[in-house]
């Protein structure tokens, strides 16, 4: 047998930054987070190669002394916790002490640094092959400057594993996007290869966090985004998430940060996806940049080794609170709140511009008259309709002109936001002009989303009625689902479901809720056991009900090629901006488009 012993100091490092160390962009992650706890406001990256061949970090932090310099680059070496009081209630970046050693023993690395208000010259230290250097003086400012090269040099079998300098680059850069997400009060600047890519000035105002918002997420993103202030028992929430209208095919604009760490949490993913799941095409992401402030004690972040994941002490509460902020804002965003920018937005077809062609229209005048441009042939209107229309243009009301049913006759009078109704276009679009333009409703959607709001608050009035089966169901559980099962008795009554422990791996079924009657009992008891063990909760019976009510408003709203008289039609807009979420349908579709006047004087070259 071989004896134990102790793995040398260079190995136990190496095998560490196993664990810290993946590619370029985790050193890139370790330094800038060792900068933002020295309270640095300015952060500097310069890469090479993708940072394979080298990266330097360069902060204006405090900085550390000579003697700090050589400890630094110990392994568990920390200024950040001191007792496991303090690990408990982690508020820094960094906490492990663990980087700076990992990232010595897999690559040429160099640390300078300069304590503000200590020695006139900084001081450098080397580290060659996991061996610490002596420290040497070194001209430079006050701050920290981390020099990193030949990542993975001496370990090849790593190294192979790395990508293209592209691909590498684009890790750190979006990594460096989040970064200036998490911290506006810091500027960060990044160089490759010797090219400036970016240079984000800290920032100091609304208006300038809009800005940098814009630079990272698009112009786009921003004139779709929804400010978000919500504070609940501790718990706070902040930041900006898209209308349903912008969306993506991935879930390339999601930053979400825990006390100003960037994670990656499925509970979390699950609240925001419950909140976005009848207002979101099928298949379609939403993006948003969004900060949740938690308590320290409450969260622990020293789940994973690069911290990318936490966990709540009480999950629960979190995703409720989650859930229900994104839910009431998105309940907002309906035809009522007429947003300034909305108008040919992102819907499922999101990435391809929209064009309008003003072409030749069917049926219109080919000739003009002398010394005169083309004409566009008269409106088929009813006589009422073109006498009220000729009588505003001579400024005359005479009785047969009477204003269409539901428009003021007083022409200063407030105009709603989806304004009134015009015309029906091919009997799907409404037409109806507003203080900004043309509004373009699609009737059929637009009605689906009111049956179905109306349909959830009367299910919600009367609760999840359960129905009592005929015939039990009998479902194969384990005895911890069983156990679980019992604890979560009443919750499960709440939903309409009841059963009974008919063994030590089983349980018979005898109510299910009254809309769900067709469904799997079993199945879905296993998948409401399932939520409850993972999460402490579960929608999935409302998630089951709701879609069930969609599919009845489907059926029950209006169809295409209905003809509605003037009065029909705004009526529809009206409900329309009493409505919540009716800025889409069921299925996320948009339910209207604002074309404003300026768009309108591009298509016909107006001011040109």
């Given at each position: 047998m071989?004896?134990?012993?102790?793995?040398?100091?260079?190995?136990?490092?190496?095998?560490?930054?196993?664990?810290?160390?993946?590619?370029?962009?985790?050193?890139?992650?370790?330094?800038?987070?060792?900068?933002?706890?020295?309270?640095?406001?300015?952060?500097?990256?310069?890469?090479?190669?993708?940072?394979?061949?080298?990266?330097?970090?360069?902060?204006?932090?405090?900085?550390?002394?000579?003697?700090?310099?050589?400890?630094a680059l110990q392994r568990h070496a920390t200024s950040k916790i001191a007792s496991l009081d303090d690990l408990e209630q982690v508020v820094t970046m960094g906490f492990r002490g663990e980087a700076l050693p990992s990232i010595g023993s897999v690559a040429r690395l160099d640390l300078a640094s300069r304590r503000a208000g200590g020695d006139a010259h900084g001081w450098v230290v080397q580290v060659r092959r996991g061996e610490i250097g002596e420290p040497a003086p070194l001209p430079m400012q006050p701050g920290t400057r981390v020099d990193v090269r030949d990542l993975f040099y001496n370990v090849p079998a790593r190294r192979k594993f790395l990508r293209t300098d592209r691909t590498e680059f684009n890790h750190i850069d979006l990594l460096l996007k989040r970064f200036a997400l998490a911290r506006f009060d810091v500027g960060f600047e990044l160089e490759h290869d010797g090219k400036s890519v970016s240079v984000l000035a800290p920032v100091g105002s609304e208006e300038e966090e809009d800005l940098r918002v814009s630079r990272i997420m698009g112009q786009e993103f921003l004139d779709h985004a929804i400010r978000i202030n919500e504070q609940r028992g501790g718990l706070g929430l902040h930041g900006w998430v898209a209308e349903p209208r912008y969306n993506r095919a991935q879930a390339?604009?999601?930053?979400?940060?825990?006390?100003?760490?960037?994670?990656?949490?499925?509970?979390?993913?699950?609240?925001?996806?419950?909140?976005?799941?009848?207002v979101l095409f099928h298949g379609r992401h939403p993006a948003f940049v969004l900060f949740l402030q938690i308590p320290p004690g409450t969260v622990d972040v020293n789940v994973h080794p690069q911290k990318h994941e936490v966990r709540f002490r009480d999950g629960r509460s979190v995703h409720d609170f989650l859930f229900s902020s994104l839910h009431r804002e998105l309940a907002g965003v309906g035809a009522g709140a007429l947003r300034p920018n909305a108008g040919l937005g992102a819907g499922p077809a999101a990435g391809h511009e929209t064009s309008l062609h003003a072409g030749s229209a069917r049926g219109g005048a080919g000739g003009a008259y002398p010394h005169s441009g083309p004409f566009q042939a008269g409106m088929s209107l009813p006589v009422s309709e073109q006498l009220s229309a000729y009588g505003r243009l001579l400024g005359e009301r005479p009785e047969s002109a009477s204003s269409a049913p539901g428009q003021p006759t007083d022409e200063t009078s407030d105009i709603p936001p989806l304004g009134y109704a015009l015309a029906q276009l091919h009997g799907v679009y409404v037409l109806s002009q507003n203080t900004k333009g043309l509004v373009i409703t699609d009737m059929h959607a637009a009605h689906e989303r009111i049956t179905y709001e109306r349909l959830k608050s009367r299910h919600a009035e009367d609760g999840i009625r359960g129905q009592r089966l005929l015939v039990p169901v009998a479902a194969q559980l384990s005895e911890a689902e069983l156990d679980l099962a019992a604890g979560h008795r009443d919750e499960l009554a709440a939903l309409g479901l009841r059963f009974d422990r008919s063994g030590p791996e089983s349980a018979v079924i005898r109510e299910v809720p009254t809309l769900l009657a067709g469904a799997d009992a079993a199945r879905l008891f296993q998948d409401v056991l399932a939520d409850l063990g993972s999460m402490g909760s579960s929608e999935r019976v409302e998630t089951q009900s709701n879609e069930i009510l969609s599919t009845m408003a489907c059926h029950g709203s209006i169809r295409a090629n209905r003809q509605l008289t003037l009065a029909e039609m705004n009526a529809l807009l009206r409900e329309m901006e009493r409505t919540e979420r009716s800025g889409h349908c069921n299925h996320g579709r948009p339910t209207w488009v604002q074309l404003d006047m300026g768009m309108l004087d591009q298509l016909f070259l107006r001011g040109r």
């Open positions: 071989t004896t134990i012993k102790l793995l040398p100091d260079h190995l136990v490092n190496q095998i560490a930054a196993g664990e810290v160390v993946e590619r370029p962009s985790s050193v890139v992650k370790e330094l800038i987070e060792n900068s933002l706890d020295a309270d640095a406001g300015w952060i500097r990256v310069k890469l090479e190669q993708g940072g394979k061949r080298a990266i330097r970090v360069h902060d204006d932090g405090r900085g550390m002394a000579r003697d700090e310099l050589p400890v390339d604009r999601q930053f979400f940060f825990v006390n100003g760490r960037a994670v990656r949490d499925r509970l979390i993913a699950h609240a925001v996806r419950t909140a976005f799941q009848d």
